[in-house]
Every structure is written in structure tokens, then in C-alpha cells.
């Protein structure tokens, strides 16, 4: 693959928030964003791969594709999987497990179509099978058989990008930091007004706002997986981190997070601290009945309470997002609110007048949905 030509990358995000994905991919600069089932495609080269990874917010991951062939039966796949120029991307000293799946093809067992493919490039390259010590390091190749044509993909961002590398404690049913990002972009907020979380766990919409407000990159405390790829240009790769952490000015407005469990604060504030934040931003312990809007002018509410996966559990959160509503709706006049929650009745009994609801997200195995309303009367 040559090193300016620009190929197809995916960028991957949780289903139901591809639309999200694709504003902000347009937002940032990306060309050609077009969603798709699972994410959105853009075009580009290693650049693009690397700012992409570095910046875009709601993404799971970025995979790159490095190309694709028609393969009837194993021994095609064999053949023309030892034809890829490996070289060009690759390392042979970088352990590289394959992961196949197989759809609507000929070839139907995924787990020899992944060995034949690992052993071409073992042989080929010289790359070294992934042992059980390399599962943090091998580099992740997709390879996905679907109506017999075989499309390969390198993982190129490793570690899932939710991880942004500053939490070291979550609370109980963390919210993802990617969808965090994303339900903040559905909700309007683009780092200009204050945010409010009054259930807000281990703090991840209000750290992320601060972020978001303060023109902090979400992958500037970790690394990727491209950077263990033969495409990688570490001297071009620190001139892009410096080119893009642009110093922005000081946000105006602070970031509020308060929860009855003290736990949950004591992690906000240190997960704050390790993502460089914990200036524009003010934790306090308390109950949601006791919660009153910051100083300033109004901005945005953003909370995903707690929601009762088992049958009979919803019932008894009722009178939580009962006095969430009745809280919101007296005291928070001119403020929008998101609510993210699995169920319509117990959004509904907030009493908060909320528009058409968005496609369910699916997060940890859960659907849950962003409600959303205008200022507050
Ligand atoms: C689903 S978790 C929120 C997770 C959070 N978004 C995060 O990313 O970590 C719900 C939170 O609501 C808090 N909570 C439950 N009842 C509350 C109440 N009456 N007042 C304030 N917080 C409450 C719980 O302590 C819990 O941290």
C-alpha cells in the first residue's frame, strides 16, 4: 500500500449512534462520511488514521482497510492472501492475530479461514504468531468473508478508544466515555454552556464536557496500535499530535457533578484530576431532591439514571425519576435535559416535556434511549 494513498477507513461506534459518528467525523474535517451499519466509512490515508484515533470522540475504534479479494474455497484464500504486500503494513517482529467471520460465502468455518490467513502471513512476512503472553501487543487483522469476497482490515487503535487512559475507577454501570461524547453532541452542547449531571457515577459526562469545553484531544494520554505498524511515522505522527493540541482559551463556564453515593464523588474528582480537568469542574455529594443550579447562566442537564434491568426493578425507580422531573421542572428553568434510559415509562414519569425520542443505543447489552428536551419553561 503506498504511503499517500488514500483507502477506505471505518470508523466504529455503538449501534444507533452512526448519525452522531458521521456529524462529528464532518464536524473534524474527515472527507467523504457516509454512515453505515455499526459506523461510518471516510476516506483517507495513515494521517487520517492517526487523527482519527487522536480526535474523534465517539469512537469504539478506527480500522483501516487494507484490501480485499474474491475467495471461493480455502486454498483460493490461501493463495491470494500470500499475494498482500504484507511488508507495506505489517512489521515482522509485530505478533499478528487473525480474526475471520464468514457470511452468505462458500468458505463458512471462520477459524480456518483465520489460520490459513495468519499462516500466509507468517510465512510470507515472518510475523510471529500471537502467543497468550502477546494479547496485549499482537496487532488485530479483520478478515470478513461476506458473500465470497474477503475484506481485510487492521485494527488500528488497539485498547477500545473509550478508554481515554486517565480512569482508573469506574462506578457502578459506568456510561461509555464515546457515547458520553456522542449524547452530549446529540444534545446540543459544544463546550459553551454549563453542564449539570445529578447522578453522575464516576463523572464521565461532566469530565467529558470539560474536555470538550477545554479543546482537550480524547487520545492524547494513550496509545494505538498503528503505532506498531510498518505504515507508522513516529516523527509525522509528533507533528500531528503538536499541529492539532491548538491551545484553546479558557472555558467560561464550569461543569457540575453531585451524587448521594460518596464513592461515586471520590472517583469523579479523581478521574477529573488524571484527566487534567479537575479545574473547570466542581463534584458535591448529595441527593437529587437537594440539587439547585449552579451560579450563571443556564445550559444543559445530562443524566442516565439509574434503570432497572430486571422485571419489577423499573417500578421501584419511580419515585427517583418522579423527584428528578418534579426537581428539574421547578428549579431549572431555561435549561435543556438529556436523559439516557432503557425505559420509555420511567422517562415518561419525569413528567419533563420531551421530544420524539432517538434510535436505542445498545451499551453493554442494554438498549438505552437519549430523551431530550428544549429550555425549560
Ligand atoms: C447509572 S449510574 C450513572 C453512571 C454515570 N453516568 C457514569 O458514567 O459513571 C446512576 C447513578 O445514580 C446515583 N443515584 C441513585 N439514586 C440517586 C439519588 N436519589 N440522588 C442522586 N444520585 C442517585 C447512583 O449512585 C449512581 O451513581
Sequence with gaps: MDSDAAFEIFVVTAPGLEPALCAELQALGFADPVPVKGGVTVRGGWPEVWRANLEVRGATRVLARIGAFRAFHLAQLDKRARRVPWGDVL????????????????????????????????????????TDADADTAVVLKARIDDDLCTLSLDTSGESLHKRGHKEAVHKAPMRETMAALFLRLCGFDGAEPVVDPMCGSGTFVIEAAEIAAGLLPGRSRHFAFERLASFDPAAWERLRVRETAAAPPPAVRFHGS??????????????????VAGLVAFRQHAISDLTPPDGPPGLVIVNPPYGARIGEARQLLPL?????????????????GLVTSDAALARSTGLPFGPPDAPVSHG???????????LP
Design 91 to 130: 512489521r515482522p517482529d509485530v505478533p499478528v492475530r487473525v480474526e475471520a467471520s464468514c457470511k452468505g460465502s462458500r468458505i463458512y468455518h471462520a477459524g480456518a479461514a483465520a489460520q490459513r490467513i495468519e499462516r500466509a502471513i507468517r510465512e510470507e512476512l515472518g510475523a510471529p504468531a500471537p
Design 259 to 276: 451524587d448521594r453515593d460518596a464513592g461515586a464523588i471520590a472517583l469523579s474528582r479523581g478521574n477529573a484530576e488524571r484527566a487534567g
Design 321 to 337: 425519576y418522579q423527584t428528578l422531573g418534579k426537581t428539574l421542572l421547578a428549579r431549572f428553568g431555561g435549561w435543556r435535559v
Design 365 to 375: 447489552g442494554v438498549r438505552v434511549t437519549l430523551y431530550r428536551t428544549g429550555p
